[in-house]
């Protein structure tokens, strides 16, 4: 009993490590492209802010304000892609989702302990949110179609 209980644990650790590897090489495959520019011109997105942090760039005020920024963008880019360029995700996309909705719930813990150190998990859910600003750049016509 102890044994296969032994095992269950150690079979969702692997399957957590593998899906985070697959989610940190998706958004490394993905650093190069820059077609996230227009969307966050267009749309005034906020997350390029946070990722600026560490080379001191402005950085909002509270972990609060940043966390609700990051919502707003994600809010926006899943409406973009999902209602304007009819993009249906992949399942490495939804795994991206998935790991951007635990990572806002972690900040909100990390907030309610006292823990001040939030600064690198909410520039890996701007990168998240960059992902999907480079998709959305890819497949919106932007410009005056969308106004």
């Known amino acids: 009993m102890i044994l296969s209980g032994a095992i269950l644990v150690?079979?969702?650790?692997?399957?957590?490590?593998?899906?985070?590897?697959t989610a940190e090489r998706m958004l490394e495959l993905e650093c190069g492209r820059k077609s996230f520019e227009t969307v966050v011109r267009e749309f005034h997105l906020e997350f390029p802010r946070?990722?600026?942090?560490?080379?001191?760039?402005?950085?909002?005020a509270s972990a609060v304000d940043a966390r609700e920024s990051l919502l707003g963008d994600y809010f926006v880019l899943d409406y973009l892609l999902a209602h304007v360029a009819r993009h249906h995700y992949t399942a490495g996309e939804?795994?991206?989702?998935?790991?951007?909705?635990?990572?806002?719930?972690t900040l909100r813990l990390r907030r309610?302990?006292?823990n001040s150190d939030q600064l690198a998990a909410t520039r890996k859910l701007a990168t998240i949110l960059r992902f999907f600003a480079n998709i959305a750049g890819e497949q919106l016509p932007m410009g005056a179609a969308l106004r």
């Open 50 to 60: 946070l990722l600026g942090a560490h080379r001191g760039e402005t950085m909002l």
């Open 112 to 114: 309610g302990l006292g």
């Open 10 to 21: 150690l079979a969702a650790a692997m399957l957590c490590f593998y899906l985070q590897m």
């Open 94 to 105: 939804r795994l991206l989702r998935l790991k951007f909705d635990l990572g806002i719930f």
